[in-house]
């Protein structure tokens, strides 16, 4: 039998919205927003670039395209399970940011087992289109090592968020459930 101290904040939960995992969400889509954008833009903005009409460095291909779109999607999704976490939602709790994180995963390590020698690649023009963003702008040279890296420092956090996101919003579903299940 709970104590009447956690059925009152349990109570209070159903009709209080899920605000730490809604601001970790957002918090990730804010950072993933960031972080593609850093990476499909760079330039460095120097004098002689724009005074002789150089072009951007990272040059738009395939590769390019098929990130804005998962970035799209994802960023459509990643909304989408924020207003659902913040209701607390079962579905969204238990698996939606868990699949999400899922792909922010993907864009952070590109797919699994490929080797990141980048000088041995680049030597060999050799670039993937299943290297992870990061990596694969880095490996073109069209971005220094510390864009990558910060790009990839802002990946990690927005993984992280989404993480404990779901974490946070699985314990408070439960807590909410068990709540119902004594009030029937």
């Known amino acids: ?16 919205n899920n605000q730490s995992a809604y601001l970790l969400v957002m918090l990730s889509i804010v950072l993933g927003v960031i972080s593609l954008f850093t990476l499909i833009t760079y330039d460095e903005f120097s004098t002689p670039s724009i005074i002789e009409g150089l072009p951007l460095r990272v040059i ?12 799209i999607f994802t960023l459509l999704l990643s909304f ?9 939602q ?9 699949i999400l994180a899922g792909v922010t995963l993907y864009r952070i390590i590109g797919v ?23 990596y694969y702008d880095f490996m073109k040279g069209w971005i220094p090592e510390s864009v990558k890296n910060l790009a990839l420092a802002e990946l990690w956090i927005g993984f992280a968020c989404l993480v404990f996101a779901a974490v946070i919003s699985i314990r408070k579903v439960i807590i909410i459930d068990n709540n119902l299940k004594e009030l029937k």
């Open 60 to 71: 738009p291909d395939f590769r390019i395209a098929i990130e804005i779109a998962l970035g």
């Open 1 to 16: 039998m709970k104590s009447p101290d956690n059925k009152l904040k349990a109570e209070k939960m159903r009709y209080q």
């Open 90 to 98: 079962r579905f969204w709790s238990f698996y939606g940011l868990f």
């Open 80 to 88: 989408l399970a924020a207003e659902k976490v913040k209701v607390y």
């Open 112 to 134: 699994p087992g490929l080797v990141y020698d980048a000088e041995l690649l680049i030597e060999h023009k050799m670039y993937s289109v299943f290297y992870a963003l990061p």
